[in-house]
T-cell receptor
Framework: DVKVTQSSRYLVKRTGEKVFLECVQD?????MFWYRQDPGLGLRLIYF???????EKGDIPEGYSVSREKKERFSLILESASTNQTSMYLC??????????????FGPGTRLTVT | QKEVEQDPGPLSVPEGAIVSLNCTYS??????FMWYRQYSRKGPELLMY????GNKEDGRFTAQVDKSSKYISLFIRDSQPSDSATYLC?????????????FGSGTRLQVQP
C-alpha cells in the first residue's frame, strides 16, 4: 500500500515565522509534489521534484521554497509566513514503479493557519 | 481562463440517484484523465483513470472522455451517502516534462439518505 505521510495535520504559526512542512513517501517514487488547496481554487501546484536535489517551480512558488535531500522526503518551507499562506497543504508522490503512470498518491494534508 | 473548469456545486441528490459530474478543458495535449475523490479532512484518492478517449466502468462508477469536445464526465449509479465527498477531475499531457497534473477545482457532492 502506498503511503504518503505529512508531519503535522494542523499547524498554527505567527506572521513572519519560518515554517517547515515535511512529507515522506515509502514507495520509492521519483516524483513528489506540494500543492495548496483553497475553496473555489482547487489544488494549485507550488513546487515539484522529479529527483533528489532537483526541483521545479509550479504555478504559485512565490513565498515558498523546497528541499529534497533524500528520495523519500520532500520539504516545503515558508521563509516568512504570511496570513495569505493560510491554507491546506497537500503532498503527493508518483512514479513509474508502482501504480498507474501519473497516478499521484496524496498525504492527508496539513492545515496551516498563520495569525 | 482556467485550463480545467469544474462546477463547484454543491450538488445534492437523494440516495439511489444517478449523479453526473463534469469537467471541461482547453489543452488539447491532455491524454490522461483522472477522477479523484476527497473526503472531508482527507487527501484526494484516485477513483478512476482513463487514457485518451472512451468509457471506463468500475462498479457503480463510469468515466467518459470526449476529446473532440474536451469534456470528461463521471457517472455514479445508485448513489450512496458514503459517496458524499468532493470529486476532483485531473489531467495530464502525455509528453509533459513536468509529470504534474492539472486539477479542476472540485465538485462537492452530498447524497441525502
Amino acid at each position: 500500500d502506498v503511503k504518503v505521510t505529512q508531519s503535522s495535520r494542523y499547524l498554527v504559526k505567527r506572521t513572519g515565522e519560518k515554517v517547515f512542512l515535511e512529507c515522506v513517501q515509502d514507495m520509492d517514487h521519483e516524483n513528489m509534489f506540494w500543492y495548496r488547496q483553497d475553496p473555489g481554487l482547487g489544488l494549485r501546484l507550488i513546487y515539484f521534484s522529479y529527483d533528489v536535489k532537483m526541483k521545479e517551480k509550479g504555478d504559485i512558488p512565490e513565498g515558498y521554497s523546497v528541499s529534497r535531500e533524500k528520495k523519500e522526503r520532500f520539504s516545503l518551507i515558508l521563509e516568512s509566513a504570511s496570513t495569505n499562506q493560510t491554507s491546506m497543504y497537500l503532498c503527493a508522490s508518483s512514479g513509474l514503479g508502482q501504480g498507474l503512470p501519473y497516478e499521484q498518491y496524496f498525504g492527508p494534508g496539513t492545515r496551516l493557519t498563520v495569525t | 481562463q482556467k485550463e480545467v473548469e469544474q462546477d463547484p456545486g454543491p450538488l445534492s441528490v437523494p440516495e439511489g440517484a444517478i449523479v453526473s459530474l463534469n469537467c471541461t478543458y482547453s489543452n488539447s495535449a491532455f491524454q490522461y484523465f483522472m477522477w479523484y475523490r476527497q473526503y472531508s479532512r482527507k487527501g484526494p484518492e484516485l477513483l478512476m483513470y482513463t487514457y485518451s478517449s472512451g468509457n471506463k466502468e468500475d462498479g457503480r462508477f463510469t468515466a467518459q472522455v470526449d476529446k473532440s469536445s474536451k469534456y470528461i464526465s463521471l457517472f455514479i449509479r445508485d448513489s450512496q451517502p458514503s459517496d458524499s465527498a468532493t470529486y476532483l477531475c485531473a489531467m495530464s499531457a502525455q509528453d509533459t516534462g513536468r509529470r504534474a497534473l492539472t486539477f479542476g477545482s472540485g465538485t462537492r457532492l452530498q447524497v441525502q439518505p
